[in-house]
């Protein structure tokens, strides 16, 4: 629909050939140095402040050499995650608990003698049990040491790893990181960047629309997205090819856009 009404030859906002911007750039950067000499690295941030884009980047950093299997459905008993680690690393998923454990732990060190990096991702971690994350963790102590665990998540994971009861996990962690929110001038250049991917002019978005679309994203990339997404939906529907401030208004009041200006205001 964006499409032929703007006549583009790409949707605005796809996920193809996404690029990282330069804090993401900067995480994944010294993520790569903490997957040669091993670790557990975290990286935590707010949702839809681009962490599972900075994940995808990893795993396609380097396919020959670096192996990043990840755990992206972490709602799951121990067993389930295993075997959803299991199939990350391509081995059979079958058999007891105890045969998958020594399947991974195989072929972890198999990893290991061909000289390659190994950095198993677990995405959503915070969804993750604590337990079966306990378990997981001690799993991968018999993985060579070199191997680099990153934990992606909400902040909920920071807390519990606050817990002292949790301190064994804690104390391995080698790195953190928190992906921030993106400051207005930020906010804005991303939405530019975004139009510029998609051959779209600056001037799609009057500056009073910019400037509402920012300040309504609270610094969120999702959040920009989708406001900016709908409001140019809403373009198609006025059959304008200018989003001006009646478009981005009228996304704002429908109810989930309205739910969330309140708990900005309101965040307790
Ligand atoms: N570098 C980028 N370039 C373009 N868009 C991006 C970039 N990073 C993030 N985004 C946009 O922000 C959206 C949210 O990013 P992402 O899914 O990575 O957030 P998240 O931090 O993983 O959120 P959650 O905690 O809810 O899983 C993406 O779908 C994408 O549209
Ligand atoms: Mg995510």
Same mark, same amino acid.
């Given at each position: 629909m964006i499409r032929a009404h703007f006549g583009l030859e790409r949707d605005p906002f796809?996920?193809?050939?996404i690029a990282l911007l330069p804090h993401q750039q900067e995480v994944l950067e010294t993520l790569r140095v903490h997957c040669h000499q091993g670790g557990l690295c975290v990286v935590i941030g707010d949702p839809g402040t681009g962490k599972t884009v900075l994940k995808d980047a990893l795993v396609r950093l380097d396919k020959k050499r670096l192996h990043v299997p990840v755990v992206?459905?972490?709602?799951?008993?121990y067993h389930s995650t295993l075997r959803i680690l299991c199939e990350a690393f391509a081995?059979?998923?079958?058999?007891?608990t105890i045969r998958c454990e020594r399947r991974l732990i195989d072929e972890a060190h198999a990893i290991h003698q061909r000289g390659h990096m190994l950095a198993p991702l677990i995405d959503d /971690? %915070?969804?993750?049990?604590i337990d079966a994350l306990r378990r997981l963790r001690l799993l991968f102590d018999?993985?060579?040491?070199?191997h680099n665990l990153v934990l992606v998540a909400q902040t909920p994971l920071l807390h519990a790893l606050s817990l002292s009861t949790n301190d064994d996990l804690r104390s391995r962690i080698t790195y953190s990181v928190r992906l921030r929110k993106l400051a207005p001038d930020d906010l804005r250049d991303f939405l530019l960047s975004e139009l510029d991917r998609a051959a779209m /002019? %600056?001037?799609?978005?009057t500056d009073d629309a910019l400037a509402l679309l920012v300040r309504s994203s609270a610094g969120l990339l999702r959040r920009a997205r989708n406001l900016a997404l709908s409001s140019l939906h809403e373009a198609v529907r006025d059959r304008t090819r200018t989003v001006d401030l009646p478009q981005v208004n009228s996304v704002l009041l429908q109810p989930h856009w309205q739910a969330v200006r309140d708990l900005d205001l309101d965040p307790n």
């Open positions: 796809d996920r193809d050939g992206n459905r972490t709602m799951h008993t081995l059979d998923t079958t058999g007891r /971690a %915070h969804l993750l049990d018999d993985f060579p040491p070199s /002019a %600056h001037s799609t978005f």
